[in-house]
């Protein structure tokens, strides 16, 4: 796995666990599975910042997602 696969899984996963993150808070109870995911996606997010030879910049993510998508597609 790159680290740019990585880092794009690891901001998708934790883009789709807010909102049961905030189901879970509003219905007062304990929000177990969107914690786990929000730990997946933040181990993710920091094995793609530590194994990237350069890093990443805030700027440069809509670049890292086209790179990653075009390498998906055939």
């Given at each position: ?30 929000p ?5 995911t ?37």
């Open positions: 796995m790159t680290s740019d696969l990585a880092l794009v899984m690891g901001i998708i996963i934790a883009g789709l666990s807010v909102p049961s993150l905030l189901s879970a808070f509003s219905d007062r109870r304990a177990r599975a969107p914690a786990l929000l730990l997946i996606a933040t181990s993710l997010i920091v094995y793609a910042a530590t194994t990237s030879p350069v890093g990443y910049d805030f700027s440069e993510l809509p670049e890292v997602f086209a790179r990653t998508f075009r390498a998906l597609m055939p």
